[in-house]
């Protein structure tokens, strides 16, 4: 049982470049989230699944799209990197009604 | 939108102290509280959680309280052991994540020290 899985768990990217950050959960959870950790300034909400078949901006969706490929995936992409895009990007599920989320390694993004 | 403050930004408190970690919410429909350890360069770890038809939650040496008049919830950590040490993040949420995800404090820095 892996868990939350994410690849790549580095990447770094030129400015205009784009990218698809991976995520897959074996833990049958229903929700499914991105979320981007910068120093000093905690976890923020970038999308969120709350079903197969849904996806909801968070607090921070600009420059980002997603796309819920079935239950277990759920894939982040950047379609013209930033600078301000630079930051540590974690992956969570969860199952019943969205308590206990469960976060992946994280894929740490730097884009130059 | 939610808005979640967390005090301090540090803490260092000798081993075998208590430690009490602070949080404020905005939002009054918020309804589920959890708590996450994060060690350096790992992911953020779910320690507790608290829901909103509960006042206090304890699991070993840890608990959490809510008040909700008040709109705060605390982490209290008994007995301090190096293992301890971390950044300590407290999160809101109005339907236990499902519906809006977690709204995140900007973590508390806990420092052991021997």
């Known amino acids: 049982n892996a868990g939350v899985t994410q690849t790549p768990k580095f990447q770094v990217l030129k400015t205009g470049q784009s990218m698809t950050l991976q995520c897959a959960q074996d833990?049958?959870?229903?929700?499914m989230y991105w979320y981007r950790q910068d120093p000093g300034m905690g976890l923020r909400l970038i999308y969120y699944?709350?079903?197969?078949?849904?996806?909801d901006k968070g607090e921070v969706p600009n420059g980002y799209n997603v796309s819920r490929l079935n239950k277990r995936e759920f894939s982040l992409r950047l379609e013209s990197a930033a600078p301000s895009q630079t930051s540590v990007y974690f992956c969570?599920?969860?199952?019943?009604?969205?308590?206990?989320?469960?976060f992946g390694p994280g894929t740490r993004l730097t884009v130059t | 939108g939610e808005n979640v403050e967390q005090h301090p930004s540090t803490l260092s408190v000798q081993e075998g102290d208590s430690a009490v970690i602070k949080c404020t919410y905005s939002?009054?429909?918020?309804?589920?509280f959890p708590w996450y350890k994060q060690e350096l360069g790992k992911r953020p770890q779910l320690i507790i959680d608290?829901?909103?038809?509960?006042g206090e939650k304890k699991d070993q040496r840890i608990a959490v309280t809510l008040n909700k008049t008040a709109k705060h919830f605390s982490l209290h950590i008994t007995e301090t052991q190096p293992e301890d040490s971390a950044v300590y993040f407290c999160?809101?949420?109005?339907?236990?994540?499902?519906?809006?995800?977690?709204?995140f404090g900007k973590g508390t820095h806990l420092i052991i020290q021997p």
């Open positions: 999160a809101a949420s109005r339907s236990g994540g499902g519906a809006d995800g977690l709204t």
């Open positions: 699944s709350a079903s197969e078949g849904t996806t």
């Open positions: 939002d009054s429909a918020s309804n589920y």
């Open positions: 969570a599920s969860s199952g019943h009604r969205g308590y206990e989320q469960y």
């Open positions: 608290i829901r909103s038809n509960v």
């Open positions: 833990m049958n959870h229903n929700s």
